[in-house]
């Protein structure tokens, strides 16, 4: 079993709806990353966070220790938000696979 | 803005070739990391370097990988020789904070084995 898991893993979505990706993990963090990675290759860290809720513009983290559980939100999603989310632990040396978001204008 | 390098942005070999990578980080950055992603998965950590000390370097296929950075600073990757499986993405990313903190990645080296 992966010691972090994300889904889903592929999201087709039209522009302007609220978008939801989650990551669960096994271990025991002290903090949790999100990352974007578009289609060039680029990695952009998102956020990091090791209690509940990050906001930075349309992006919205946040995080249950307890249950190990994190979700993405993205509201007013956007053709440009198109990209890979992955999901880090561990000072981002465990990785989830990442989901693959498409926003259609 | 300061940025992480890398270069090659691509390279294509033959197998059995030696290949290198390098990989400039962030000026002050103690924390170095080397990454290999295959298409479809997420990154996996080949070696991670505080100053010019490995850190980690249990994931680094060790009978034809290499990393070193010998002052610290920059760092290079070295694959010899190449396998068809070794196509991938080498990412380098950078940390001011131990490990601990956000790592800044470079635009990463697009590696193809024919």
């Known amino acids: 079993k992966n010691e972090v898991e994300q889904s889903p893993q592929n999201l087709t979505a039209q522009e302007g709806e609220f978008i939801t990706i989650n990551c669960s993990y096994s271990v025991g963090i002290s903090a949790l990353h999100w990352l974007q990675q578009h289609p060039g290759g680029g990695i952009v860290s998102l956020f990091m966070?090791?209690?509940?809720?990050k906001k930075h513009g349309r992006l919205i983290a946040t995080i249950n220790i307890q249950e190990k559980h994190s979700s993405l939100h993205i509201t007013a999603s956007h053709p440009r938000d198109s990209a890979v989310y992955i999901c880090a632990v561990r000072y981002q040396l465990i990785w989830g696979a990442g989901t693959k978001l498409i926003i259609k204008p | 803005e300061a940025e992480v390098a890398q270069s090659p942005r691509y390279k294509i070999t033959e197998k059995s070739q030696a290949v290198a990578f390098w990989c400039d980080p962030i000026?002050?950055?103690?924390?170095l990391y080397w990454y290999r992603q295959i298409l479809g998965q997420g990154p996996e950590l080949l070696v991670q370097?505080?100053?010019?000390?490995?850190?980690?370097d249990s994931q680094l296929p060790k009978d034809r990988f290499s990393a070193e950075r010998l002052k610290g600073v920059d760092s290079t990757l070295k694959i010899q020789p190449a396998e068809l499986g070794d196509s991938a993405m080498y990412l380098c990313a950078s940390s001011s904070s131990g490990g601990a903190g956000e790592q800044f990645f470079g635009p990463g080296t697009r590696l193809t084995v024919l």
């Open positions: 966070l090791s209690s509940g809720k």
């Open positions: 000026s002050g950055h103690a924390t």
């Open positions: 370097f505080q100053d010019e000390s490995v850190v980690d």
